[in-house]
């Protein structure tokens, strides 16, 4: 077995238990400073895979007997990943004065998490597929409810555990009946078996419930009940990560799956995809509407982006498949740059109301100015990069329209979400700018790592919305490894 394939992983492996080691010899008060060092090391690992893996020449290569994969579509998750974490921990760093005992446990939990992400990536098999994702699932379990002291913090980790081991269990036996039926695992002998089994009933119903599994994993309606509480009580660090790698994972592992595993049944789910993508958009964005608490309405705001990557999913084109990827690269930065303003404004986990927005354009003009762009990039509105997405993902629909009508009304229910989402995303613009509710205006002290992260944010989305064909060739070129 060659470990070079893995060194992505085995490095972060290395770098979570090392910031555990180092804690045990720290003061308290220096303990904070982990989370710069954590920060640091995933930044030498994101310039290491650059350097060291190219996408045009990495091929395809195995490990572990065909179970793990390093082709371009894993590189491509490995460092959007790396780049999430590397965000998600200067907020954390930020985030550390609430956390009364752990924080270095916080920090590692946060690094083992992004090992199962990336291992997720390059699942070639169902073992690798369950194993990794339990990887992810299990430290979100201990990140949501680390505020132990907090009742939402809780309450949100034992919904998410309570629905999470749901979850889990309907994907184990969903396995376990693929395997039963088709005697393999591997995603690569079940496609070339594929049509053996095409029609076994009891093989399609354990398909449709790793399907529901996924559905969880990535807020699909009607499996998406635990985001909204979950993102409510979670601590923002927590939460940001949640909404941006967790969802990206389940969306790699999906893509596997449909496309590497079972192309030839995917085919024949065109409907049901196209149900659930339409379903999924318009019950986020209308459940977003009345909502008063700004993570609460994130989270909404999650299940209907969901339903916008499923667009590109159910087109069964390899343009959608791109459009996925370039979908959650803006996304990435657009969900990270709002959870830091909140992380830095809304002090307190229980309380995350609109209303605490109020006056923040003189409280801080450089995280008012960051909100508003994030909020008109999940709207969809351009240059930013959430419209210039959104538009791939409603290309390549529009263009299945041709051999199924069905996909003009999925386009029809697309964009009536997007007008939908304008009020919500434009209700949190007007309560930074001109609502007079404002208790406090004191300034907000914003330190230099965390305008690092914000101008990070802003590049980004200004950058692949203003310039996207670097990222829409490179998701192209990931996404050519599919069927």
């Known amino acids: 077995m060659n470990l070079f394939l893995l060194s992505h992983e085995l490095c972060a492996l290395l770098l979570g238990l090392l910031i555990l080691l180092v804690d045990l010899w720290l003061p308290p008060s220096e303990k904070r400073k982990l989370g710069y060092a954590a920060a640091a090391g995933i930044g030498v690992l994101l310039i290491y895979s650059l350097v060291q893996f190219s996408v045009g020449t990495i091929g395809t290569q195995y490990a572990f007997g065909g179970m793990y994969v390093l082709d371009p579509l894993a590189l491509f998750f490995k460092r959007f990943f790396l780049v999430a974490t590397l965000i998600v921990m ?22 083992f998490a992004m090992t199962g992400m990336m291992f997720a990536a390059s699942a070639n098999d169902f073992s690798t597929f369950f194993v990794s994702l339990e990887l992810i699932t299990v430290t979100f379990y201990v990140l949501t ?28 036996f969903g396995i376990a009946l693929v395997f039963g039926t088709s005697g393999t695992l591997s995603f690569d002998k079940l496609a070339a078996t594929l049509p053996q089994f095409a029609q076994n009933k009891i093989f399609l119903f354990g398909l449709l419930l790793v399907l529901v599994g996924l559905g969880f994993k990535i807020s699909m309606v009607p499996f998406q009940i635990w985001a909204p509480d979950v993102y409510q009580g979670a601590p923002s660090p927590t939460t940001a990560f949640l909404a941006v790698g967790s969802k990206a994972a389940g969306f790699v592992l999906l893509l596997r799956v449909l496309f590497s595993a079972v192309p030839e049944v995917t085919k024949h789910w065109v409907a049901l995809l196209m149900v659930l993508a339409g379903a999924t958009i318009l019950y986020g964005n209308l459940c977003a509407i009345p909502q008063r608490n700004v993570k609460r309405l994130l989270g909404y705001s999650s299940i209907s982006h969901a339903g916008y990557l499923l667009l590109g999913i159910s087109a069964l084109s390899a343009a959608g498949q791109s459009a996925v990827l370039y979908y959650l690269s803006g996304y990435l930065f657009t969900v990270l740059a709002a959870f830091t303003v909140i992380c830095l404004v809304m002090r307190q986990v229980e309380s995350a109301d609109v209303a605490e927005l109020a006056g923040l354009h003189q409280r801080s003009p450089l995280l008012a100015g960051t909100m508003t762009l994030a909020m008109v990039s999940l709207a969809g509105i351009p240059p930013l990069a959430g419209f210039f997405g ?31 989402s304008l009020y919500y995303y434009f209700g949190i613009v007007r309560s930074i700018y001109w609502s007079k509710d ?29 310039y996207p064909n670097p990222l829409v060739n490179w998701a192209g070129e990931a996404v050519k490894v599919l069927r």
Do not use: H, T
């Open 438 to 466: 404002a208790a406090d205006l004191s300034a907000i002290p914003v330190s230099p790592s965390i305008k690092l992260a914000l101008f990070g944010c802003i590049a980004g989305m200004l950058f692949i919305g203003i």
């Open 145 to 172: 409810s680390f505020l132990r002291a907090r009742l939402p913090s809780l309450e949100a980790g034992i919904k998410y555990l309570i629905i999470g081991a749901l979850s889990s269990a309907f994907m184990i």
């Open 390 to 420: 959104k538009f791939l993902l409603l290309k390549s629909v529009v263009e299945a329209g041709a051999r199924n009508s069905g996909y003009y009304c999925l386009a029809f229910v697309a964009l009536a979400g997007v007008v939908i």
């Open 90 to 111: 200067l907020m954390s760093v930020e985030f550390a004065d609430r956390i009364e005992a752990g924080i270095a446990e916080y920090y590692a939990l946060i690094l």
